[in-house]
């Protein structure tokens, strides 16, 4: 028999679809005086990313095409085994072909894989040990399930398969299983031009229940949320291959607009980091519920398996914001839900709902990670961030958030972001309809319905913040491996971000008395904190107010500026002082004047700018003066509100570990600096905290697109050693007074 080995030609990806192109040489005895061009196979492999339809998204398969071009016959193997499974080798699988009719005649081929004893709600080295696989082909496909070392080379040497189905049940690694199909193509032709053809197969990986979770009507085991849509697993297999066509536009418009914007914002290396980044994230989630109540899942993955943490979606939220804020508000509906039934006994933010995924069964004795500050002031942040995009929902924003229907579901007993009436778009079904609306229309409803529901959490966890976010005390950030550590400068910042968010929350629901309040407090809290943070010699912030010397990463200054507390007292603010006019379409007068210039002084971005530039390493910006070590998530939110030139320089550091590092696993956010970028334990692999790499996308869309204006100041130029000297000039006067 004749063997041609294959020649990989390289491989193309946006953040939906990754292409591998490889040729095959002509056969032996085509190779006369004029032999034929290779033959060139493309394994295309989608994972849609639909941000307009949350149903397609809570779909758990994907798609793998190949594609032939040529002038000679080559027939196609493809086969999987039991890991999809489970992650012990040992373990006892069962497995059958199924058969399903399509329209017109056709139908489809489906191998049914599953452990012989599920294991349910149960993980195994990061892998699901209940559920089944499907892989599914077309009808006239040849099948057959034997051992690998044999199926493999009997292929080899015929080129098809036996249409046999091994019944020996065993485990995953014992005479090692594999389900396989093949396909024989026909392209031999005396025509100038090529044949092309190609096969389609799809694979999906089914659980029912997701999740067991602790819900304010008690432990509840949850639903995929596409069963709400699909009555049987079959008509979802069925769907899922014929919509092909209209996935792949939806994923297509996704992707196309991520490459420009990311192109347009850091180049070419952004929008690769952009795009990898994007199935990382989304691939670490799962969708229960209803129409009536969507909830999104999120997984820790690799470094302890919490389900739904807090500070892990927190970094990821970025690209939630950009993606589809509706996704957002999903991912916090649990940990809203879970607490307001009063099975959380702390008065501060719970840090996860579970110790190990998928079991979200919280903590009611109160014994979680202890991270009050940090959890308090992401998720006061995250609240107002969804508040905001229901309000900045023009051509600017999100992918395709402002397309359908404004009608408001007005049902109590509903979410505010329900999902009942998705609709037909340019010929597509199950689209979602819009997110928000104008600032007299949806978006304030849908805002202050979500906001009401839950407003004596946002003001129990901001009365928290008040108490302890100034000087915090010792206790550990969302970088937890670093260590405890008190009077953490980066911590603070955050915590007093959030009482200046629940201000802004305050007003959704026009109370006067509490924006007043908390605007104050936030207000004083902040000048206070710049003095008691600043480095002696007023060059940058310190790690922690009585740490001299040291220097930090000061990410949590991004929120600031994507909350757009930045552009308060400049020209680019909205209306007035605050934002409480967003929710009178400009007619409501501001509550207080505005004798300041932006919350966080914009002498303090000067400065860790060129800081960010000067402690700079081959791999990118270390975390803080510690160690050597960079948290990739963050390097990408503290560079969003840096210079242009310190942006380029960080991002092009990345892009060379990215391109360069010894590692071998999906993106790491926790890697050395300097030596070979390798690991520096822990060894975090696959995280969705790296949805942290959407900072400035987000940025650049929120305000009306106003955001990225306001940081003009730190244009090259700006006078950056001005700032430098007047912070020095204020730092020695408040030590004066003190």
């Not at 072909?97 to 080295?125: D, F, M, P, Y």
């Not at 389609?200 to 999740?211: E, G, L, M, N």
């Not at 500026?561 to 967003?582: K, V, Y």
Request: proline content about 6%; hydrophobic content about 35%; glycine content about 8%.
């Amino acid at each position: 028999f004749n063997v041609s080995y294959c020649t990989y030609e390289g491989s193309s990806f946006d953040a939906s679809t990754t292409n591998l192109t490889y040729s095959i040489p002509a056969p032996t005895e085509l190779a006369d005086s004029s032999p034929p061009p290779p033959l060139e196979v493309v394994l295309s492999f989608l994972s849609p990313i639909t941000p307009t339809s949350t149903l397609r998204q809570s779909i758990p398969a994907s798609y793998l095409t190949v594609y032939v071009r040529g002038h000679f016959d080559v027939d196609i193997y493809v086969d999987i085994n039991g890991q999809w499974v489970s992650g012990d080798r040992g373990s006892h699988i069962v497995w059958e072909l199924e058969n399903h009719q399509l329209a017109e005649g056709n139908g489809l081929k489906t191998w049914k894989v599953k452990r012989k004893e599920e294991l349910l709600l149960s993980e195994i080295r990061d892998r699901a040990e209940w559920g089944t696989l499907y892989f599914s082909a077309p009808s006239d496909v040849r099948y057959e399930a034997g051992v690998s070392g044999v199926l493999r080379p009997s292929f080899a040497r015929t080129g098809t398969l036996q249409n046999a189905i091994d019944d020996k049940f065993r485990p995953i690694m014992d005479q090692e299983p594999v389900f396989a199909f093949s396909k024989s193509f026909r392209l031999r032709s005396s025509l100038v031009e090529p044949k092309v053809d190609s096969i389609r197969f799809t694979i999906a990986h089914i659980q029912d229940p997701v999740v067991q979770y602790a819900a304010p009507r008690g432990l509840t085991l949850m639903r995929p949320l596409w069963k709400s849509w699909f009555a049987s697993i079959h008509k979802l297999l069925k769907f899922h291959y014929q919509d092909f066509e209209d996935v792949s536009k939806l994923a297509y418009d996704y992707s196309t607009q991520l490459a420009t914007d990311a192109q347009q914002s850091g180049g070419d290396e952004y929008r690769d980091i952009a795009a990898l980044t994007a199935r990382q994230v989304l691939g670490a989630t799962s969708f229960t519920g209803t129409p009536e109540d969507p909830l999104l899942w999120i997984k820790e993955i690799s470094s302890n398996g919490n389900t739904q943490t807090i500070d892990v979606i927190f970094p990821s939220f970025p690209f939630w914001l950009y993606t589809n804020p509706r996704w957002l508000a999903y991912l916090l509906e649990p940990v809203i839900e879970h607490t307001l039934s009063g099975q959380y006994p702390n008065t501060y933010a719970m840090h996860d709902l579970g110790t190990h995924f998928p079991n979200a069964t919280g903590h009611p004795d109160g014994n979680d990670e202890y991270m009050p500050v940090e959890e308090c002031g992401n998720i006061l942040i995250m609240g107002l961030a969804i508040v905001h995009s229901l309000k900045y929902n023009n051509s600017t924003d999100s992918i395709g958030v402002t397309m359908g229907s404004d009608t408001f579901d007005s049902n109590p007993a509903s979410s505010a972001f329900s999902l009942k009436n998705l609709e037909e778009r340019d010929g597509i079904v199950g689209l979602d309809d819009s997110w928000g609306g104008s600032t007299k229309g949806k978006g304030v409803k849908q805002a202050q319905k979500w906001v009401r529901r839950s407003y004596r959490l946002w003001r129990q966890w901001t009365k928290y913040l008040v108490d302890f976010s100034l000087e915090p005390s010792n206790q550990l950030s969302t970088d937890d491996f670093a260590g405890p550590l008190q009077l953490q400068t980066n911590l603070a910042l955050k915590g007093i971000i959030g009482i200046k968010a629940m201000s802004e929350i305050a007003t959704t629901i026009d109370n006067e008395g509490d924006f007043k309040h908390y605007l104050n407090i936030s207000e004083t809290y902040v000048d206070k904190w710049v003095k008691f943070g600043l480095s002696r010699d007023g060059n940058h912030m310190q790690l922690s107010y009585d740490w001299y010397g040291s220097w930090t990463n000061l990410y949590n200054l991004y929120a600031d500026a994507l909350l757009c507390f930045h552009l308060e007292g400049t020209p680019l603010a909205l209306s007035g002082r605050s934002m409480p006019h967003l929710f009178g379409g400009g007619g409501q007068k501001p509550l207080t004047p505005a004798p300041r210039v932006g919350f966080v002084p914009h002498k303090i971005y000067s400065l860790q700018s060129n800081h960010y530039h000067n402690v700079r390493q081959r791999y990118g910006l270390p975390l803080d003066g510690r160690h050597l070590y960079a948290k990739t998530d963050w390097e990408f939110f503290a560079t969003a509100v840096t210079s242009p030139s310190t942006r380029a320089e960080i991002l092009q550091s990345v892009a060379r570990w990215v391109n360069e590092t010894v590692t071998d696993r999906p993106l790491t956010d926790v890697h050395n600096t300097e030596g070979e970028g390798e690991f520096q334990g822990p060894y975090f692999i696959a995280r969705p905290v790296v949805g942290g790499h959407f900072a400035r996308l987000a940025l650049e869309k929120a305000c009306r697109s106003r955001a990225t204006d306001g940081l003009s100041f730190l244009e090259e130029g700006d006078g950056g050693s001005k700032d430098q000297d007047e912070t020095k000039a204020h730092h020695d006067m408040w030590s004066e007074e003190l």
